[in-house]
Protein backbone atom coordinates (compact mmCIF):
# COMPACT_ATOMS: atom_id res chain seq x y z
CA UNK A 1 0.00 0.00 0.00
CA UNK A 2 1.41 3.06 -1.19
CA UNK A 3 2.14 5.13 2.10
CA UNK A 4 1.19 9.06 3.37
CA UNK A 5 -0.97 9.93 0.19
CA UNK A 6 -2.86 13.13 -0.10
CA UNK A 7 -6.64 12.07 -1.15
CA UNK A 8 -9.37 14.40 -1.41
CA UNK A 9 -13.02 14.09 -1.66
CA UNK A 10 -15.16 15.03 -3.96
CA UNK A 11 -19.20 14.61 -3.93
CA UNK A 12 -20.18 15.80 -7.61
CA UNK A 13 -23.58 13.78 -6.97
CA UNK A 14 -25.76 12.60 -4.03
CA UNK A 15 -24.96 13.91 -0.91
CA UNK A 16 -23.83 11.06 2.11
CA UNK A 17 -26.63 9.92 3.76
CA UNK A 18 -24.59 7.52 6.12
CA UNK A 19 -21.98 10.18 8.33
CA UNK A 20 -21.23 7.44 10.30
CA UNK A 21 -19.97 5.57 7.36
CA UNK A 22 -18.52 8.65 6.23
CA UNK A 23 -16.93 8.67 9.63
CA UNK A 24 -15.55 5.49 9.72
CA UNK A 25 -14.24 5.50 5.88
CA UNK A 26 -12.20 8.76 6.54
CA UNK A 27 -10.36 7.49 9.93
CA UNK A 28 -9.73 3.73 7.77
CA UNK A 29 -8.00 6.15 5.29
CA UNK A 30 -6.40 8.00 7.85
CA UNK A 31 -5.00 5.31 10.32
CA UNK A 32 -3.27 3.67 7.17
CA UNK A 33 -1.05 6.65 6.82
CA UNK A 34 -3.19 9.12 4.00
CA UNK A 35 -4.22 13.03 4.95
CA UNK A 36 -7.91 12.96 3.77
CA UNK A 37 -8.87 17.02 2.74
CA UNK A 38 -12.42 17.78 1.52
CA UNK A 39 -14.26 16.64 4.81
CA UNK A 40 -16.68 19.58 4.47
CA UNK A 41 -18.53 18.16 1.45
CA UNK A 42 -19.90 15.10 3.51
CA UNK A 43 -22.24 17.45 5.24
CA UNK A 44 -23.36 19.11 2.93
CA UNK A 45 -27.23 18.74 1.51
CA UNK A 46 -29.29 20.90 -1.29
CA UNK A 47 -32.13 18.86 -2.12
CA UNK A 48 -31.06 14.98 -3.00
CA UNK A 49 -27.39 16.64 -4.13
CA UNK A 50 -24.28 16.91 -2.23
CA UNK A 51 -24.66 20.94 -2.67
CA UNK A 52 -25.59 23.57 -5.53
CA UNK A 53 -24.20 22.56 -8.98
CA UNK A 54 -21.61 25.59 -8.52
CA UNK A 55 -20.24 24.14 -5.57
CA UNK A 56 -20.48 20.84 -6.37
CA UNK A 57 -18.70 21.88 -9.64
CA UNK A 58 -15.97 24.07 -7.99
CA UNK A 59 -15.02 21.01 -6.22
CA UNK A 60 -13.51 19.52 -9.42
CA UNK A 61 -12.44 22.89 -11.05
CA UNK A 62 -10.27 23.35 -7.58
CA UNK A 63 -8.26 20.17 -9.32
CA UNK A 64 -7.36 22.79 -11.90
CA UNK A 65 -6.56 25.69 -10.41
CA UNK A 66 -2.57 25.84 -9.85
CA UNK A 67 -3.01 27.79 -6.40
CA UNK A 68 -4.01 24.79 -4.93
CA UNK A 69 -1.92 21.53 -5.29
CA UNK A 70 -3.34 18.96 -6.79
CA UNK A 71 -4.02 15.70 -4.38
CA UNK A 72 -2.63 12.02 -5.12
CA UNK A 73 -6.14 10.56 -5.33
CA UNK A 74 -9.26 12.38 -5.88
CA UNK A 75 -12.07 9.81 -4.80
CA UNK A 76 -16.17 10.55 -5.03
CA UNK A 77 -17.58 10.04 -1.61
CA UNK A 78 -21.00 8.20 -3.39
CA UNK A 79 -22.91 8.06 -6.46
CA UNK A 80 -26.46 8.91 -6.78
CA UNK A 81 -27.20 11.39 -9.57
CA UNK A 82 -26.30 14.96 -10.58
CA UNK A 83 -22.78 14.91 -11.94
CA UNK A 84 -24.69 15.39 -15.35
CA UNK A 85 -25.43 18.61 -14.18
CA UNK A 86 -22.06 20.05 -13.62
CA UNK A 87 -20.31 18.88 -17.17
CA UNK A 88 -21.02 22.52 -18.49
CA UNK A 89 -19.61 24.04 -15.64
CA UNK A 90 -15.87 21.94 -15.81
CA UNK A 91 -13.00 24.29 -16.50
CA UNK A 92 -11.39 21.58 -19.08
CA UNK A 93 -8.66 23.39 -20.49
CA UNK A 94 -7.67 23.94 -16.54
CA UNK A 95 -8.26 20.47 -15.74
CA UNK A 96 -5.92 19.02 -18.69
CA UNK A 97 -3.55 21.12 -17.95
CA UNK A 98 -3.15 20.62 -14.55
CA UNK A 99 -3.37 16.47 -15.22
CA UNK A 100 -0.86 16.64 -17.61
CA UNK A 101 1.48 17.80 -15.22
CA UNK A 102 0.67 16.31 -12.22
CA UNK A 103 -0.09 12.16 -11.07
CA UNK A 104 -3.37 12.82 -9.31
CA UNK A 105 -5.91 9.98 -10.38
CA UNK A 106 -9.20 10.42 -10.13
CA UNK A 107 -11.56 6.99 -8.76
CA UNK A 108 -15.06 6.51 -8.36
CA UNK A 109 -17.78 4.51 -10.00
CA UNK A 110 -21.85 4.87 -10.63
CA UNK A 111 -22.79 8.38 -11.70
CA UNK A 112 -19.09 9.70 -11.56
CA UNK A 113 -19.02 7.81 -14.59
CA UNK A 114 -20.46 10.81 -16.29
CA UNK A 115 -17.24 13.09 -14.74
CA UNK A 116 -14.52 10.04 -16.04
CA UNK A 117 -15.84 9.83 -19.55
CA UNK A 118 -16.42 13.85 -19.82
CA UNK A 119 -12.39 13.79 -18.77
CA UNK A 120 -11.63 11.39 -21.40
CA UNK A 121 -13.59 12.81 -23.91
CA UNK A 122 -12.56 16.18 -23.03
CA UNK A 123 -9.22 16.48 -21.65
CA UNK A 124 -7.73 13.01 -22.53
CA UNK A 125 -7.50 12.28 -19.41
CA UNK A 126 -8.23 8.34 -17.65
CA UNK A 127 -9.05 7.13 -14.08
CA UNK A 128 -9.80 4.48 -12.23
CA UNK A 129 -13.09 2.76 -11.92
CA UNK A 130 -12.86 1.65 -8.26
CA UNK A 131 -14.25 1.88 -4.71
CA UNK A 132 -15.74 5.13 -3.13
CA UNK A 133 -15.72 6.66 0.41
CA UNK A 134 -19.27 5.97 1.62
CA UNK A 135 -20.00 2.03 0.59
CA UNK A 136 -16.78 0.75 0.38
CA UNK A 137 -14.18 2.07 2.84
CA UNK A 138 -17.30 3.16 5.43
CA UNK A 139 -18.67 -0.22 5.67
CA UNK A 140 -19.57 -2.10 8.90
CA UNK A 141 -17.12 -4.51 7.51
CA UNK A 142 -14.39 -3.58 5.26
CA UNK A 143 -14.16 -6.16 2.69
CA UNK A 144 -10.26 -7.29 1.86
CA UNK A 145 -10.65 -7.81 -1.46
CA UNK A 146 -11.97 -4.30 -2.53
CA UNK A 147 -9.60 -2.65 0.02
CA UNK A 148 -6.08 -4.64 -1.41
CA UNK A 149 -7.03 -4.55 -5.02
CA UNK A 150 -7.49 -0.76 -4.68
CA UNK A 151 -4.50 0.24 -3.80
CA UNK A 152 -2.47 -2.30 -5.52
CA UNK A 153 -4.19 -0.50 -8.74
CA UNK A 154 -3.51 2.42 -7.66
CA UNK A 155 0.41 1.77 -7.30
CA UNK A 156 0.43 0.20 -11.15
CA UNK A 157 1.50 0.61 -13.47
CA UNK A 158 0.12 -2.98 -14.94
CA UNK A 159 -2.75 -5.06 -13.69
CA UNK A 160 -3.94 -8.39 -14.45
CA UNK A 161 -7.82 -10.02 -13.57
CA UNK A 162 -8.88 -13.90 -13.82
CA UNK A 163 -12.51 -14.50 -13.31
CA UNK A 164 -14.49 -17.37 -14.79
CA UNK A 165 -16.85 -16.20 -17.65
CA UNK A 166 -19.09 -19.50 -18.69
CA UNK A 167 -18.20 -17.98 -22.39
CA UNK A 168 -18.14 -20.93 -24.95
CA UNK A 169 -16.72 -21.04 -28.58
CA UNK A 170 -13.54 -20.21 -29.78
CA UNK A 171 -10.79 -19.01 -28.13
CA UNK A 172 -10.57 -15.11 -27.66
CA UNK A 173 -8.31 -12.42 -27.76
CA UNK A 174 -8.98 -8.47 -27.78
CA UNK A 175 -6.96 -5.69 -27.77
CA UNK A 176 -8.60 -2.10 -27.04
CA UNK A 177 -9.13 0.33 -24.77
CA UNK A 178 -11.14 -0.30 -21.48
CA UNK A 179 -13.55 2.19 -20.27
CA UNK A 180 -17.42 2.21 -19.66
CA UNK A 181 -19.16 2.12 -16.13
CA UNK A 182 -22.64 2.80 -14.92
CA UNK A 183 -24.97 1.89 -17.82
CA UNK A 184 -27.51 4.46 -16.87
CA UNK A 185 -24.63 7.02 -16.72
CA UNK A 186 -23.52 5.92 -19.84
CA UNK A 187 -26.68 6.58 -22.01
CA UNK A 188 -26.98 9.84 -20.49
CA UNK A 189 -24.09 11.12 -22.35
CA UNK A 190 -25.09 9.26 -25.82
CA UNK A 191 -24.93 11.87 -28.42
CA UNK A 192 -23.06 14.47 -26.45
CA UNK A 193 -20.03 15.93 -26.42
CA UNK A 194 -18.98 14.06 -23.37
CA UNK A 195 -19.33 10.47 -24.70
CA UNK A 196 -15.67 9.34 -25.52
CA UNK A 197 -15.43 8.24 -28.91
CA UNK A 198 -13.42 5.36 -28.24
CA UNK A 199 -12.54 2.85 -31.35
CA UNK A 200 -12.05 -0.67 -30.85
CA UNK A 201 -12.99 -0.74 -27.19
CA UNK A 202 -13.57 -2.91 -24.52
CA UNK A 203 -16.45 -1.58 -22.87
CA UNK A 204 -17.52 -2.56 -19.22
CA UNK A 205 -21.09 -2.00 -18.15
CA UNK A 206 -22.43 -2.46 -14.57
CA UNK A 207 -25.82 -1.03 -12.78
CA UNK A 208 -27.81 -1.74 -9.15
CA UNK A 209 -31.59 -1.69 -8.93
CA UNK A 210 -33.16 -1.51 -12.21
CA UNK A 211 -35.39 -3.94 -13.71
CA UNK A 212 -34.58 -6.35 -16.27
CA UNK A 213 -36.45 -4.53 -19.52
CA UNK A 214 -34.93 -1.21 -18.60
CA UNK A 215 -31.52 -2.87 -18.70
CA UNK A 216 -32.12 -4.42 -22.04
CA UNK A 217 -33.38 -1.08 -23.04
CA UNK A 218 -30.40 0.90 -21.91
CA UNK A 219 -28.28 -1.43 -23.96
CA UNK A 220 -30.50 -1.02 -26.94
CA UNK A 221 -29.73 2.95 -27.01
CA UNK A 222 -25.96 1.83 -26.94
CA UNK A 223 -26.26 0.40 -29.46
CA UNK A 224 -28.71 2.65 -31.90
CA UNK A 225 -27.34 5.76 -31.04
CA UNK A 226 -23.73 3.99 -32.53
CA UNK A 227 -21.58 3.33 -29.22
CA UNK A 228 -21.78 -0.35 -29.63
CA UNK A 229 -20.20 -0.08 -33.24
CA UNK A 230 -16.55 1.00 -32.18
CA UNK A 231 -16.17 -1.67 -29.08
CA UNK A 232 -14.70 -5.30 -29.39
CA UNK A 233 -17.29 -6.66 -26.43
CA UNK A 234 -18.45 -6.63 -23.85
CA UNK A 235 -17.58 -6.95 -19.52
CA UNK A 236 -20.54 -7.40 -17.77
CA UNK A 237 -20.85 -6.44 -13.88
CA UNK A 238 -23.27 -6.61 -11.44
CA UNK A 239 -26.87 -5.76 -12.67
CA UNK A 240 -28.58 -6.40 -9.69
CA UNK A 241 -31.80 -5.53 -7.61
CA UNK A 242 -34.28 -6.61 -10.17
CA UNK A 243 -37.93 -7.79 -9.42
CA UNK A 244 -39.74 -9.72 -11.75
CA UNK A 245 -43.45 -9.19 -12.10
CA UNK A 246 -46.32 -11.47 -12.73
CA UNK A 247 -46.32 -9.67 -16.17
CA UNK A 248 -43.34 -10.50 -17.16
CA UNK A 249 -43.89 -14.07 -17.41
CA UNK A 250 -40.63 -15.30 -16.39
CA UNK A 251 -38.86 -12.71 -18.47
CA UNK A 252 -35.45 -11.84 -16.31
CA UNK A 253 -32.15 -10.38 -16.77
CA UNK A 254 -30.72 -13.65 -18.24
CA UNK A 255 -33.44 -13.38 -20.80
CA UNK A 256 -32.73 -9.62 -21.80
CA UNK A 257 -28.95 -10.42 -21.78
CA UNK A 258 -29.16 -13.22 -24.23
CA UNK A 259 -32.05 -11.43 -26.09
CA UNK A 260 -29.73 -8.09 -26.43
CA UNK A 261 -26.00 -10.40 -27.62
CA UNK A 262 -28.22 -11.85 -30.20
CA UNK A 263 -29.09 -8.03 -31.33
CA UNK A 264 -25.61 -6.95 -31.26
CA UNK A 265 -23.38 -9.28 -31.87
CA UNK A 266 -20.42 -8.40 -29.75
CA UNK A 267 -18.61 -11.13 -27.14
CA UNK A 268 -20.69 -10.52 -23.67
CA UNK A 269 -18.57 -11.71 -20.66
CA UNK A 270 -20.63 -12.33 -17.38
CA UNK A 271 -18.91 -12.76 -14.05
CA UNK A 272 -16.21 -9.74 -13.62
CA UNK A 273 -16.97 -8.34 -10.17
CA UNK A 274 -17.10 -4.26 -10.11
CA UNK A 275 -18.97 -1.21 -9.82
CA UNK A 276 -22.04 -1.67 -7.16
CA UNK A 277 -21.50 -4.96 -4.89
CA UNK A 278 -19.46 -5.57 -1.74
CA UNK A 279 -16.21 -7.01 -3.45
CA UNK A 280 -14.81 -5.32 -6.31
CA UNK A 281 -12.14 -5.20 -8.65
CA UNK A 282 -10.33 -1.60 -9.83
CA UNK A 283 -10.32 -1.17 -13.53
CA UNK A 284 -8.58 1.49 -15.60
CA UNK A 285 -10.53 3.92 -17.38
CA UNK A 286 -9.02 5.06 -20.65
CA UNK A 287 -5.91 3.18 -20.99
CA UNK A 288 -5.07 0.25 -23.25
CA UNK A 289 -5.98 -3.39 -22.50
CA UNK A 290 -5.73 -6.92 -23.21
CA UNK A 291 -8.86 -9.19 -23.21
CA UNK A 292 -7.96 -13.15 -23.16
CA UNK A 293 -10.59 -16.00 -23.17
CA UNK A 294 -10.36 -19.34 -23.16
CA UNK A 295 -12.53 -22.46 -21.54
CA UNK A 296 -14.98 -20.57 -19.64
CA UNK A 297 -11.89 -18.62 -18.41
CA UNK A 298 -10.79 -14.69 -18.78
CA UNK A 299 -7.74 -12.76 -18.08
CA UNK A 300 -7.99 -8.94 -18.75
CA UNK A 301 -4.72 -7.42 -18.58
CA UNK A 302 -4.13 -3.43 -18.25
CA UNK A 303 -0.25 -2.04 -18.84
CA UNK A 304 0.65 2.05 -18.30
CA UNK A 305 -2.87 3.21 -17.28
CA UNK A 306 -3.08 6.35 -14.77
CA UNK A 307 -1.63 5.27 -11.42
CA UNK A 308 0.51 7.37 -8.52
CA UNK A 309 3.78 7.56 -10.60
CA UNK A 310 2.49 8.93 -13.77
CA UNK A 311 3.34 12.65 -14.58
CA UNK A 312 1.50 12.84 -18.24
CA UNK A 313 -0.89 11.15 -20.29
CA UNK A 314 -3.65 8.78 -19.72
Given at each position: ????????????????????????????????????????????????????DAERAD??NRLADP????????????????????????????????????????????????????????????????????????????????????????????????????????????????????????????????????????????????????????????????????????????????????????????????????????????????????????????????????????????????????????
Amino acid sequence: MPKRLDIRLLAPSGYAEDRAACQRAIERLQAAGHTVHGGNVVDRVALRFAGSDAERADDINRLADPDHPLPDVAMAICGGYGAIALLDRLDYEGLKARFADGRCVLVGHGDFTVIQCAMLARCGVGSLHGPMLVQDFGGGYLRETTWREFWRALEGPAMDVGWSCCEGGAPLRLEGTLWGGNLSALCSLVGTPYMPLVEGGILYIEETGEQAYRIERMLYELLHGGVLKNQQAILLGGLGGQRVSEYDNGYDIDHALERFGQACGLPMLRGLAFGHGPDKWTLPFGAKGVLEVSNGNAVLSARDYRHLVMTAGV
